[in-house]
């Protein structure tokens, strides 16, 4: 994915170039958006027709790329109407409103989400890459 938000900017600066003790989010959530979140937050998360954010762990980032991948297979089904047609995701903090945007970005192709339609972002599927 694209983009750190400007929490994660501050948690990550913070965390290598201070002594400020930080608290990192120990559980993170995909989020679908049919309209695009900035690194402040915003866009449009899709909502209702059985929508919810999905948990989603990741690997251990190795080597020098800089990457991490999502080591579970987060999936959202719509049921009782649709989505709409997804265009980002972004990664946040808690499982409601609740959280924090943490990274987000445009997926590689847009998907239409119709009433009993499924998509799924298989294991290795969701990137995230510090450059």
Do not use: Q
């Not at 994915?1 to 400007?6: C, G, N, R, V, Y």
């Not at 762990?57 to 999502?70: D, E, I, K, P, V």
């Not at 946040?92 to 998509?119: E, F, Q, R």
């Amino acid at each position: 994915m694209a983009a750190l938000s400007d929490v994660s900017e501050v948690l990550l600066l913070n965390y290598l170039m201070t002594a400020t003790s930080v608290t990192r989010p120990t559980a993170w959530y995909v989020a679908l958006y049919t309209g695009a979140p900035s690194d402040s937050g915003g866009g449009t998360e899709v909502s209702g027709s059985g929508y919810v954010r999905k948990a989603v762990t990741w690997a251990t980032a190795t080597g020098t790329a800089g990457t991490t991948s999502n080591s579970n297979a987060p999936s959202f089904t719509a049921s009782g109407g649709a989505f709409g047609t997804v265009t980002h995701i972004g990664i946040h903090s808690a499982s409601s409103g609740s959280g924090n945007l943490l990274w987000h970005g445009a997926m590689t192709a847009s998907k239409t989400i119709a009433d009993g339609d499924t998509l799924e972002f298989s294991v290795g599927n969701i990137d995230l890459t510090l450059a």
